[in-house]
């Protein structure tokens, strides 16, 4: 079984900042794409960000500037800086990991953890 814990929501007021982590644990051979996915009330489930094993970024044009996703290998964990945030940025954040368990890929998620912006 593979768990995916995050953490570092909160409350923040426009402008601030918050650093989101996710990290994956069980029986892992290898995590290909790593993503940050968010929900606002009402709306579908949008990517936010990804990145690939190598280190290729790729960010919705919503926070290009103002979000930098990363990853640690060593310890199947990814992060997300979110700077200059705004109220349109309330959601509730996701992770995903494309996971490799011995011979068979699979997408797991987090519980979600979520970001509120106050104006």
């Known amino acids: 079984q593979v768990q995916l814990v995050e953490s570092g929501g909160g409350l923040v007021q426009a402008g601030g900042s918050l650093r989101l982590s996710c990290a994956a644990s069980g029986s892992i051979s290898s995590i290909r794409r790593m993503g940050w996915y968010r929900q606002a009330p009402g709306n579908q489930r949008e990517l936010v960000a990804q990145?690939?094993?190598?280190?290729?970024?790729d960010y919705a044009d919503a926070v290009k500037g103002r979000f930098t996703i990363s990853r640690d290998n060593a310890k199947n964990t990814v992060y997300l800086q979110m700077n200059s945030l705004k109220p349109e940025d309330t959601a509730v954040y996701y992770c995903?990991?494309?996971?490799?368990?011995?011979?068979?890929?699979?997408?797991?998620w987090g519980q979600g953890t979520q970001v509120t912006v106050s104006s």
């Open positions: 990145i690939g094993f190598g280190g290729s970024t």
């Open positions: 995903n990991m494309n996971v490799r368990r011995v011979v068979s890929w699979s997408d797991y």
